[in-house]
T-cell receptor
């Protein structure tokens, strides 16, 4: 089976840096993805790590350590529009994704 | 192509009624997935298709649920004899799978089902 753990809620101020951690236990693993979801919206893809290390895409970076079954999403220069839920998801066989329960990020002015 | 589209966006139905949702994936995508999301939770995998073949069904998908993708393009998800516990957001996603490579999955806006 699949099990993913991430904090339920994080609060930070505009301009700050925030890190959202994700630990996973899985029977099949091809990579770790991160999705952003605004209230009432669809999950939108942010990043994907198949190998250990850091992937950077603009203000967002994602890290993976396969040996520790751990990853994180790093959001820099926070903006109010970054307030949303963030999900880590294990990519398993046949491109199926298994999602965590999500971290609600509150960005305050 | 405008991405994955789902119809309807919202559905309110009485307990015991049947409902059907439609998903139109990105046109060149050969894989199509259905997920269910309840409030405060991440999406849960229900089933997926490779072209028109349904290759896997989650244990979450009871006998009241059936999904089809008759021509390998759009898909339908039907729930028979709806129960209040079926109230959720039903998400469709699609991706392109080629030998040795998988693209990311793109999600539709979802169909929010409320069973009263």
């Amino acid at each position: 089976g699949q099990s993913l753990e991430q904090p339920s809620e994080v609060t930070a101020v505009e301009g700050a840096i925030v890190q959202i951690n994700c630990t996973y236990q899985t029977s099949g693993f091809y990579g770790l993805s991160w999705y952003q979801q605004h209230d009432g919206g669809a999950p939108t893809f942010l990043s994907y790590n198949a190998l250990d290390g850091l992937e950077e895409t603009g203000r967002f970076s994602s890290f993976l350590s396969r040996s520790d079954s751990y990853g994180y999403l790093l959001l820099q220069e926070l903006q109010m529009k970054d307030s949303a839920s963030y999900f880590c998801a294990v990519r398993g066989n046949f491109n199926k994704f298994y999602f965590g329960s999500g971290t609600k990020l509150n960005v305050k002015p | 192509d405008t991405g994955v589209s789902q119809d309807p966006r919202h559905k309110i139905t009485k307990r015991g009624q049947n409902v059907t949702f439609r998903c139109d994936p990105i046109s060149e995508h050969n894989r199509l997935y259905w997920y269910r999301q309840t409030l405060g939770q991440g999406p849960e995998f229900l089933t997926y298709f490779q072209n028109e073949a349904q290759l896997e069904k989650s244990r979450l998908l009871s006998d009241r649920f059936s999904a089809e993708r008759p021509k390998g393009s759009f898909s339908t998800l039907e729930i028979q004899r709806t129960e209040q516990g079926d109230s959720a957001m039903y998400l469709c996603a699609s991706s392109l799978a080629v030998v040795g490579e998988n693209t990311e999955a793109f999600f539709g806006q979802g169909t929010r089902l409320t069973v009263v």
